[in-house]
């Protein structure tokens, strides 16, 4: 029995099982599933239930249909999907409802793998091509250092004399 149930909102709790053969959702009276809500459109879409699988089917609808958070004209729904008509989020959930080919492989045992770290490993240093290199670079500045005060001693003598 696959059951589609409203997962947020105002109207968060509001189910309905479909049954064999086309479903009609939107805000009007007179649809198969009637959803109060500013967003869903009169006659927003159907969703068609047979041999082939589940198909949700946008009618033409002003906000749009989204499954998985695309937007979609047609496209067949698997268990847990989740939908929006407009801003009204939809799940489908039941036995008689396929199970995508992710959530089989999500289904599906990882295996684990451990890793064993040694205590009391000596750390080594890196090799030579990585190791920290000294500069030279302290001793030219020392000297021009010297040279920028010889030369304002200079300047302070000539203006002196």
């Given at each position: 029995m696959a059951i589609l149930t409203v997962i947020d909102g105002a109207l968060k709790g509001e189910s309905m099982t479909l049954t064999e053969g086309t479903t009609r959702i939107g805000r009007r009276e007179g649809?198969?599933?009637v959803l109060a809500d500013g967003s869903v459109s009169g006659t927003h879409c159907e969703i068609e239930m047979n041999q082939a699988g589940v198909l949700l089917r946008d009618l033409g609808s002003t906000n749009g249909t989204k499954v998985n958070n695309?937007?979609?004209?047609?496209?067949?729904?698997?268990?847990?999907?989740i939908f929006f008509l407009g801003e009204v989020p939809v799940?489908?959930?039941?036995?008689d409802?396929?199970?995508?080919?992710?959530q089989q492989d999500m289904m599906t045992p990882i295996p684990r793998t451990t890793i064993v770290i040694k205590p009391n490993r000596k750390m080594e240093p890196p090799p030579k091509e990585f190791q920290k290199k000294s500069s030279g670079n302290k001793h030219w500045i020392a000297i021009i250092i010297l040279l920028i005060l010889?030369?304002?001693?200079?300047?302070?003598?000539l203006f002196m004399s």
């Open positions: 649809n198969d599933w695309e937007p979609i004209k047609e496209k067949f729904l698997y268990r847990n999907d799940t489908i959930t039941g036995d409802v396929a199970v995508a080919s992710e010889g030369v304002l001693g200079l300047m302070v003598k």
